[in-house]
């Protein structure tokens, strides 16, 4: 592991994130939740007005979808993103949703929480442009990353004069091929032992299967994280993208009541 002297490590670093009313760190919860893809304003508003009654307090959702395959769905990109910064408004809730590219940072303006995923984690030119905004960010682990690449990608923005960051473990790629990607717990203690940021884990994507979400939203909380991310969708078999992994809605409030109490054992407040 790292043995400079770098922000990152700063013990005098803000242990938390604020946005809207919603504290993310230091006792702070975030329960993020939404479709992977905005795909219809009717689908779109279903999936956020279900997460918002039900226990999230952030929400979530894709407008331009860096997809592995240039011939899969990428998103309503411009609309999407429209319609999704109006619905959060009309549900007086903050929002998070990934950039693709630092050319696209004015669209972001009533954006709350910039994504950066885990295609970026090292695009470094997109680093330095989002942190300059001030706003806060959600830095996801890139597939192949170590968390010493993660916290390296956290210094890009912190160097950039922006602390306002999330961090967030959602899967690597090894040589399990049961799940779409193994989810690194273990890195949430150890990233916690070594700097203040907080951070957040991302069962959908960390497990790629549905029934594996609940179960390792669990495991994520006992492992000392600051929140969740979860895909949800209103017809999960008919997703346009990550369809495997969304939570229907009764699975989503199934969850919510499922973590309460390990909420409360590890002294977390949502
Ligand atoms: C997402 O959260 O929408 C996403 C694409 O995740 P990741 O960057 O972790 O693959
Ligand atoms: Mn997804």
């Known amino acids: 592991?790292?043995?400079q002297d770098l922000q990152v490590f700063n013990k005098d670093l803000n242990k938390h994130v604020e946005i809207k009313n919603v504290k993310i760190g230091n006792g702070g919860f975030a329960l993020i939740a939404g479709p992977c893809a905005i795909e219809s304003f009717d689908q779109?508003?279903?999936s956020l007005f279900h997460a918002k009654k039900n226990g999230a307090n952030i929400l979530r959702a894709g407008a331009y979808k860096l997809r592995t395959s240039p011939y899969t769905f990428k998103g309503l990109e411009g609309e999407g993103l429209k319609m999704l910064i109006e619905i959060s408004k009309e549900l007086e809730m903050p929002v998070v949703t990934e950039i693709p590219g630092p050319d696209l940072l004015d669209q972001f303006e009533d954006v709350d929480i910039i994504q950066i995923g885990a295609r970026n984690m090292q695009n470094i030119p997109l680093l330095e442009a989002a942190a300059k905004?001030?706003?806060p960010i959600l830095l996801k682990r890139g597939f192949a990353s170590t968390i010493e690449e993660l916290l390296l990608s956290a210094e890009y923005l912190l160097k950039n004069g922006n602390s306002n960051i999330i961090l967030c473990e959602r899967g690597i790629r090894t040589f399990e091929t049961s799940t779409r990607n193994t989810l690194d717990l273990s890195g949430v203690p150890l990233i916690k032992s070594l700097t203040n940021l907080p951070i957040i884990v991302d069962p959908s994507h960390g497990t790629g299967l549905s029934e594996?979400?609940?179960p390792m939203s669990k495991a994520a909380i006992a492992s000392g994280c600051d929140g969740l991310m979860v895909e949800i969708h209103p017809t999960p078999e008919k997703?346009?993208?990550d369809s495997r992994q969304a939570l229907s809605f009764d699975e989503f409030s199934s969850l919510?009541?499922?973590i309460k109490e390990y909420l409360k054992?590890?002294?977390?407040?949502l």
């Open 1 to 3: 592991m790292l043995t």
């Open 44 to 46: 779109l508003y279903a």
């Open 133 to 135: 905004t001030q706003k």
């Open 212 to 214: 594996l979400v609940i």
């Open 239 to 241: 997703a346009l993208s």
């Open 256 to 258: 919510y009541s499922s």
């Open 265 to 269: 054992l590890e002294n977390k407040i």
